[in-house]
């Protein structure tokens, strides 16, 4: 257990439906990203906060929307997905200034 | 933006035998270097990392190299165990931002 807690642990979804991903973190930490973990780019770097505030968008199609309301919580939106987007999403989180990164243990999405 | 690249992506080694995994990063304002370990089905975690103001770091098995000038660092792992096995990643990371950029990723397989 890293303190960072993600849900849920695997989501199939069809293309048209709206889902949220959930993630978590006790440790005290004000930075959290989002990670795309697939064959092909093994992890992927989505979204950064950085005390709340997103700090970047690494060119993420829109039906990817993310929400930060506190620097314990994000959220990722999920609407209108591809089969593409079928992959591990992993949350992670670190103090501002660097340091280690701690991964929650992801969302595993199937995307029909 | 920061560009990392990992090689080799694949590494079978015996047990016992030595093994390098190689990365090059583009930024030269990058100044911090990570690398985390991936078992099967579980989240990457942190092993041993190095700052730029340091050119070798060694944790008993594991030592990592960094060359400043040639934007490569090195990743080595003497005396290969079988839970040794697992994908292996390193990263970049810059201070402006927050931003952490991981390599794609080293598949490596220790044999008995």
């Known amino acids: 257990e890293t303190g960072v807690t993600q849900t849920p642990r695997h989501l199939v979804m069809g293309m048209t439906n709206k889902k949220s991903l959930k993630c978590e973190q006790h440790?005290?930490?004000?930075?959290m990203y989002w990670y795309k973990q697939s064959a092909k780019k093994p992890l992927e770097l989505m979204f950064v906060?950085?005390?709340?505030?997103?700090?970047e968008n690494n060119s993420v199609p829109s039906r990817f929307s993310p929400e930060c309301p506190n620097s314990s919580h994000l959220f990722l939106h999920l609407h209108t997905l591809q089969p593409e987007d079928s992959a591990l999403y992993l949350c992670a989180s670190n103090l501002q200034e660097g340091g280690e990164l701690f991964f929650g243990e992801g969302s595993r999405l199937t995307v029909l | 933006g920061e560009n990392v690249e990992q090689h080799p992506s694949t590494l079978s080694v015996q047990e016992g035998d030595s093994a390098v995994i190689k990365c090059t990063y583009s930024?030269?304002?990058?100044?911090?270097f990570p690398w985390y370990k991936q078992e099967l089905g579980k989240r990457p975690q942190l092993i041993i990392d190095i700052r730029s103001n340091v050119g070798e770091k060694k944790d008993q098995r594991i030592a990592v190299t960094l060359n400043k000038t040639a934007k490569h660092f090195s990743l080595h792992i003497t005396e290969t165990q079988p839970e040794d096995s697992a994908v292996y990643f390193c990263a970049a990371f810059k201070a402006a931002g927050n931003k952490l950029t991981f390599g794609g990723g080293t598949r490596v397989l220790v044999k008995p």
């Open positions: 930024d030269s304002a990058s100044n911090y």
């Open positions: 440790l005290g930490h004000n930075a």
């Open positions: 906060y950085n005390f709340k505030e997103q700090t």
